[in-house]
């Protein structure tokens, strides 16, 4: 069955740390992997991957893929208190219009 | 250009009520999704409509349904209500053209349903 695993399910870090999460997956025809944040409500999106080895920068966020051993990173250099949140990975594949989802990393950076 | 917006923010129901949920997607976006979020289970995938048509379903009993009328809009329907069903429901939507669909989606704030 097709699945999407992130580790750690949590981790706690004080500010100006450097956190590595990791998301791997296992699908049919993969066509794209997203970080998304989530805090309170709504998912935002952070970054989309589709291709290995590009990686994909947002300030102190980073992102790679690996198609070949399936998995990515998402990296958070001298986090904040505001980086708490839940972030989540999900797959689409192509001829499907879904995601799947991981059960998403629950990252809490103390002061 | 304001954002996915579900409506209402939260609801209480009882066991075998039936309940509507609703979302208004992103100004030019066809694509909505509606995914159900627990503690459990995570985020699951119930539908996908493009152009009032469902595209894709997830794995869900049929008391789940869904439509998506003309402006894109969508409503979720959820019959003789469970338990179980306490979810925060949380709908995006995306662009959703079919070809060179490479666009991501972008979620509301969700529908919070408590069933007692």
């Known amino acids: 069955e097709d699945k999407v695993v992130q580790s750690p399910l949590s981790l706690v870090v004080h500010e100006g740390d450097t956190v590595t999460l990791n998301c791997s997956y296992e699908?049919?025809?993969?066509?794209?992997l997203l970080w998304y944040k989530q805090e309170k409500k709504a998912p935002t999106f952070l970054f989309m991957l589709t291709s290995s080895g590009i990686e994909k920068k947002s300030g102190r966020l980073s992102s790679i893929l690996d198609k070949k051993e399936l998995f990515s990173i998402l990296n958070i250099t001298a986090t904040q208190t505001g980086d708490s949140a839940v972030y989540l990975c999900?797959?689409?594949?192509?001829?499907?219009?879904?995601?799947?989802f991981g059960a998403g990393t629950r990252l809490t950076v103390k002061p | 250009k304001a954002g996915v917006t579900q409506t209402p923010r939260y609801l209480i129901k009882t066991r075998g009520q039936q309940v509507t949920l609703s979302c208004s997607p992103i100004s030019g976006h066809r694509s909505v999704s509606w995914y159900q979020q627990t503690p459990g289970q995570g985020l699951q995938f119930l539908f996908e409509?493009?152009?009032?048509?469902?595209?894709n379903k997830g794995n869900f009993p049929g008391r789940f349904s869904g439509r998506q009328f003309s402006n894109s809009r969508s409503e979720m329907n959820v019959s003789t209500l469970e338990l179980g069903d306490s979810a925060l429901y949380l709908c995006a939507s995306s662009l959703g053209v079919l070809t060179g669909n490479n666009q991501p989606q972008h979620f509301g704030d969700g529908t919070r349903l408590s069933i007692l």
């Open positions: 999900a797959v689409e594949e192509y001829n499907n219009n879904d995601m799947r």
């Open positions: 699908v049919t025809n993969f066509r794209s």
């Open positions: 409509y493009f152009s009032e048509t469902q595209r």
